[in-house]
């Protein structure tokens, strides 16, 4: 028994410990995993060699705990000046690996802001969208002005009216075959970070080329790119 327990001591304590990947983010725990299934130095490893290099330029490190951000935002992670946070409440590895391409995402918008909004074409295909997200809205009865949908810009009102006053569920529903998924809706930036976490989350990318092709087009390009620096 004590020495079960011993075993299960060292177990845990391996799994807190922080450690550095193969290109030297650093990964560090602020609090223990709420399971003891998930091997988050695995789902890093995965990150790594999932998304090319050239897209982690900004990762220092990763942070795996509970921020007061969670709780405020209504979120589970959030990149800020180099650090991924990441909630240490995961329902697995997937759920894990889900957070973690998000906000890769983010982390690239500014270093990459010219190569993804620059020409305007993501931009133009998301407002094409919540035009008709609008529409579809007013024909449900559910009646919001034009002009809030044709911001890009996240306004926690308009998020309040979609996920509270229409509701997840419906919303889900609604923009089926609009948008990858309803969070998509939310704004420019959640439409970019949507997609870029479902272009290397799943292998087969036909249905999200068929929903945004501009979007697809995109991420396929930066996908691609070999340096950062090459003449911009
Ligand atoms: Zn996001």
């Known amino acids: 028994m004590l020495q079960y327990l011993k075993q299960k001591q060292k177990q845990l304590l391996e799994m807190r410990s922080d450690f550095y990947t193969a290109r030297g983010t650093h990964v560090y725990f602020k609090d223990d995993l709420n399971n003891e299934d998930i091997d988050a130095e695995r789902v890093v490893a995965k990150l790594e060699s999932v998304i090319p290099d050239h897209l982690l330029s ?8 509970w921020f007061d951000e969670f709780e405020e935002r209504n979120i589970n992670a959030f990149y800020k000046d180099g650090i ?20 890769v995402a983010h982390s690239i918008e500014i270093p990459y802001s010219y190569e993804i909004y620059g020409d305007q074409e993501i931009r133009d295909e998301f407002l094409r969208k919540r035009k008709l997200l609008h529409d579809k809205l007013w024909a449900l009865d559910y009646k919001a002005p034009l002009k809030w949908f044709m911001e890009t810009e996240y306004d926690e009102e308009f998020d309040k009216f979609l996920f509270e006053k229409v509701g997840k569920d419906k919303l889900r529903m609604i923009c089926m075959g609009l948008f990858i998924n309803a969070y998509a809706a939310v704004s420019l930036r959640e439409y970019f970070a949507t997609g870029f976490t479902d272009f290397y989350l799943y292998s087969n990318h036909n249905f999200f ?24």
């Open 58 to 65: 900004e990762l220092e490190m990763i942070i795996i705990g």
């Open 209 to 232: 080329k068929k929903v945004s092709p501009q979007l697809y087009k995109k991420i396929t390009l930066l996908n691609e790119i070999k340096n950062l620096d090459s003449d911009l």
């Open 84 to 103: 991924l946070h990441v909630s240490n409440v995961q329902d697995n590895e997937e759920d894990m690996f889900d957070d973690f391409v998000h906000e």
